[in-house]
């Protein structure tokens, strides 16, 4: 990559697809949901805090940062339910890394689809440890933006090959089934959440809806199901009915974020919960029996973003798949800012009303 300290390598939504294409969805998952394991092995080499959140009655605006000391990195993001119903996406996004040493970005990217691949990979990693032994059936509850990258994620790692969809929308679940169609799976279209459930072993639910919703209902969940709840990652939005979280042993990310916004803001602050970068480094148990009920508890956390961001920039070294984007300024000689933009007057005919203007 470019040794100009005025560019920083940005990662377009073209270029994005490009990569994603270049790899191979797959592989990309693969690899993805290994950086990650390896940053949760040694997640107490990191700053760790609840994401700086502003909510509103139509969605939310996040910032999430994080560093591990040599190299910081965030992630901007939004969730918006009702931004579908004007032709655009519930969630977007875009990150940096930086430098700690310096403070200078090293990348700067669209996360919007990274995002999605994050959430998938981090879904697929989770369940590597809490499912069932060897899953082949996946139930998966709301149909939108995230659910293929699901798919193609628990296929690529866990194996998983027989999906049971049911969304609200009909036509959801028939986009989901084409965008699917011929990756090795076996698709049952569902007309209920009760159906979906039946005969799985991993249960995933996904939905976008910016409120408490009972997406599993108790009598729905037996013994021996993983779930994993990703639609609830915020204040007032929840999928699961009390009572299956009092049944089952339930794993977290970063306990002060999840119990603010995951499924386990219906309990008391002190229930108890297990945090998942322990059961990855060995330090905690995670299933442990056959009729176990194991519930990742997912929302999403700043290092899960900060394994995307370096696994995107080590890629590009080897893909070349990014453009050089000048933004930040470089003069000749670092305290002489306002020089560099007088040299630019003198340069560029359009700039001469500020010469004039300063004599």
């Keep these: 990559m470019s040794e100009k300290l005025n560019v920083v390598p940005f990662v377009s939504v073209d270029h994005m697809m490009k990569l994603v294409l270049a790899t191979g969805v797959e592989r990309f998952l693969i690899e993805l949901a290994a950086y990650i394991e390896e940053d949760f092995r040694r997640w107490e080499c990191f700053d760790k805090t609840p994401r700086v959140a502003s909510h ?28 579908t119903r004007s032709g655009r996406q519930t969630v977007t996004a875009f990150g940096v890394l930086a ?14 689809i990274l995002t999605a691949l994050r959430t998938a990979a981090m879904s697929a990693v989770a369940a590597k440890y809490l499912a069932p032994k060897k899953p082949r059936t996946m139930a998966m509850i709301g149909n939108g933006a ?35 169609a011929g990756m090795g799976f076996e698709i049952t279209a569902c007309t209920s959440s009760q159906e979906a459930v039946e005969g799985a072993e991993i249960v995933t639910t996904v939905t976008a809806d910016k409120q408490c919703a009972t997406i599993l209902t108790d009598n729905m969940v037996g013994p021996g199901i993983h779930i994993n709840a990703v639609g609830g990652d915020c204040p007032g939005k929840t999928e699961l009915h009390r009572d299956i979280l009092l049944r089952s042993d339930i794993f977290v990310e970063y306990p002060p974020q999840t119990r603010i916004e995951g499924e386990i803001q219906q309990l008391d602050p002190d229930h108890p919960v297990i945090e998942l970068w322990q059961v990855i480094a060995g330090t905690a148990p995670g299933r442990s029996g056959e009729r176990q009920i194991t519930l990742f508890d997912s929302v999403g956390f700043a290092i899960e973003d900060f394994s995307a961001l370096r696994y995107v920039r080590d890629r590009l070294q080897q893909t070349g798949l990014y453009e050089e984007l000048d933004l930040l300024a470089d003069p000749d000689e670092p305290r002489d800012l306002f020089g560099m933009i007088l040299r630019a007057a003198k340069a560029v005919p359009m700039a001469q009303p500020l010469i004039s203007a300063i004599g």
């Design 56 to 83: 509103s009655a139509e969605g939310v605006i996040e910032l999430m940062p994080t560093s591990d000391g040599e190299t910081y990195g965030f992630k901007y993001v939004n969730g918006h339910p009702k931004n």
């Design 99 to 112: 430098d700690v040493g310096n403070g200078y970005p090293m990348l700067l990217t669209e996360m919007t």
């Design 146 to 180: 995230q659910s293929e990258f699901q798919a193609i994620a628990f296929k690529a790692i866990l194996g998983v090959d027989k999906l049971r969809l049911y969304d609200i929308d009909p036509s959801a679940t028939a986009r989901c089934q084409k965008n699917l």
